[in-house]
């Protein structure tokens, strides 16, 4: 059993030293996994590092702490290891890990290649590859220079990961639809938990609108703001009005308003962001006084908002990211991406309609049991999905997550 956990970590066997009580997972779902959980651990430590509450207790509680800072070269109160440019710098390392995988990648179409078992394992080792790399980042010279160049390359990756985050989310909602609407063929109970689903969806973007509205505009002023919330909202409505036109009912049956709910919300949280990273502006008043204006009261000094960003954007990137590395595996999902969709005879509604039913794994797929957790090899035949790509969103992603975290500048 030791000889086979390190072989999990260090080799090419798949990851399964879980307990046995754990549901079977196919290879190609725990790889992904694996990779997530990497990403989540370096997303996890530039919160920290973003954190003045943290800064704050390290100098209080940990003893020669000034001593510490001054002998790893981090400034007297370890500065260059905690704020924007230390979370710039990790991204770098994590960012630079994920691209040199999906050069790493290209054009992999048989599981059993060489490189493929090095995407599929060594994960101790690739481990202590990305730790190397993010603390390298610390190391490069004219640091000036270089953060000023990278965070424009990342906000240019943050806008693409924006993209595929839209595709997802359409996809995810898709399915629902899809499935929801099967079930209503034969119990009418599906009808009325899709048309609620969709009410609470665009509740709570007309909820947002209004509040955004509220908080971030004044009867003076504030033309960028009223412009931003006014334009954004009106496209809210336009893809509404759309997706329940004759013509894409049509093409696209199970097109509906879950779709364009689901991406109202996602398009209130984008213009929140933007709001709240935003500078604020200045007016004088009566007093000839500067008075910040175009931003809530409760978030003037205390960074409340952009805070609220922050937990926001990473709730959602988690979400996408295990939804992405725990459903696109399955013979139906990659069908769906190519524009097969399944019937409504063959679908099957469930409330957990993400969860994939056992019967859906090939019958030929390879299982294989080594004391741990039950892999079901379904890559025998090929690839079931690319690598390079699967890299090269994790690479946007990276940058997407320095540009939230850091509140885009």
């Not at 004759?246 to 709910?261: D, E, I, K, T």
Request: proline letters at 2%; one cysteine or more; charged letters at 15%.
């Amino acid at each position: 059993c030791l000889t086979f956990q390190l072989a999990c970590c260090c080799g090419t066997a798949a990851c399964s030293l879980c307990c046995k009580c754990c549901p079977k997972i196919k290879q190609s779902t725990s790889t992904r996994f694996m990779y997530a959980l990497y990403f989540i651990l370096v997303t996890i430590i530039c919160c920290v590092m973003m954190s003045t509450t943290v800064a704050n207790e390290m100098k209080t509680h940990i003893p020669f702490y000034k001593q510490m800072c001054k002998g790893i070269q981090a400034g007297e109160m370890c500065e260059k290891l905690v704020g924007y440019s230390a979370v710039y710098k990790v991204c770098f390392g994590m960012a630079c890990f994920f691209f040199l995988f999906f050069l790493f990648t290209i054009k992999i179409n048989n599981s059993k290649s060489c490189r493929a078992y090095v995407h599929n394992g060594f994960w101790l080792i690739k481990l202590i590859v990305l730790a190397a790399m993010c603390s390298g980042a610390f190391f490069i010279p004219d640091q000036d220079t270089f953060l000023n160049a990278w965070r424009y390359v990342g906000a240019a990756g943050g806008f693409l990961f924006i993209a595929i985050q839209l595709i997802l989310l359409v996809e995810f909602a898709h399915k629902w639809n899809k499935n929801w609407t099967a079930g209503a063929n034969h119990k009418q109970v599906w009808n009325g938990l899709l048309a609620l689903v969709t009410l609470i969806l665009y509740s709570i973007a007309v909820a947002a609108l209004v509040l955004m509205a509220l908080f971030y505009t004044r009867p003076e002023g504030c033309t960028y703001n009223k412009v931003l919330i006014g334009v954004n909202g009106g496209l809210c409505l336009f893809v509404s009005l759309v997706a329940i036109s004759p013509c894409v009912q049509n093409r696209q049956p199970h097109s509906g308003l879950l779709q364009s709910g689901v991406i109202s919300c996602y398009v209130m949280y984008l213009t929140f962001s933007a709001l709240s990273s935003k500078p604020p502006e200045t007016i004088l008043d009566e007093n000839n006084r500067n008075i910040t204006i175009c931003v809530p009261e409760f978030s003037q000094g205390l960074h409340r908002d952009e805070n609220l960003v922050t937990g926001l954007g990473t709730t959602i990137l988690f979400g996408c990211i295990l939804y992405s590395c725990l459903t696109s595996t399955t013979r139906a999902s990659s069908e769906a991406l190519r524009g097969i969709y399944a019937t409504a005879e063959t679908e099957v509604a469930r409330c957990c309609f993400c969860c994939v039913p056992d019967g859906d794994a090939d019958a030929e797929d390879h299982v294989e049991k080594r004391g741990g957790q039950t892999v079901v090899y379904d890559e025998k035949k090929g690839t079931v999905y690319s690598y390079a790509y699967f890299h090269f969103v994790f690479f946007l992603a990276s940058l997407y997550v320095m540009m939230t975290v850091t509140h885009w500048f």
